[in-house]
């Protein structure tokens, strides 16, 4: 298809279910995924044609990120097998370890981020319907419902101590909370196993499988959440260098930051629940950052309040 040679292949073991490989070639190293059938299915190529074209348009405006290659004017290429793969340049850097990203670190993440949102949605006039939308406090109290009476039969005190403050605030709250927020293209996986660092840098924002249009400020709340939390407490200059990287590029106040973390938590409230034998490592992480945010709920405007915030 591109007329290079493999010299030699590595298979990656990382992500959930899609085939990876490192690739050397005459031309460079390369990296190859293979979308698995059952995660990814025919009718959710499209979806994903879109959203590698957005990477496409990102590498070209200078964003960190891989070069996709195309064939035939796709990005989601087929085998005459029918299996389905994508092909990228291979990035430099390594990933950092949640809760481990540095000040500098987070400072070059912020202000990548926001050039991203930037070049996404600017000038765009591209306006589809929300890919997800935030459930109502009914569909959320009936899902807690039924995690509840699972952790309570397996007798599990701990997680049922942390079901009962979701529940509070599940009670206390709307999704009138998150009638401000803005709409745009998102990455909406932006935390640490998605994000490559040099010593002092972001080197490469990688897997925009997941881009749509949903809600921008996921992009501001996931990779805080998952590059500032440590030992179940937030690093405050992390969080304060992210907003400085942030605002070079887009506007950012108290009470957007605040927002934004409380709608990750309110996505991702279901996902505290009794840990299955299958509950990967990143899953666990993040049920470790809802508890934090639950905990936390009534005071993370004043946590946050010292930052130094667009006026």
Known sequence: MFGFSIIESQQIELGYRNMKWKLKTNVGDLFVKQYNKIRYPDHMI??????????????????????????????????????????????????????????DQMYSLGRVIGQMHTVLNFSSTDHPRLHWDVQSKERMLENWSKRWDEAADLNCNKLLTNLENQRKILERNNIDIFSECETGWTHWDLFVDNILFNTNSVSAILDFDRMHYVYPEFDISRPLLSGCINNGEIHLGKVSAFVEGYREYQKLCNQKLVRSIKLTWWKEASWLRVEKEETSTPLKRFVEENIWVADNWNDLENIFLDISYDK
Do not use: W
């Open 46 to 103: 499209q979806g994903l044609e879109n959203s590698l074209s957005h990477q496409s348009n990102l590498f070209n405006e200078g964003i960190p990120c891989p070069q996709l290659y195309s064939y035939k004017g796709n990005y989601v290429i087929k085998t005459i097998y029918g299996e389905r793969f994508v092909l990228m340049g291979l990035c430099d850097g390594k990933n950092i370890k949640a809760g481990k990203v540095t000040q």
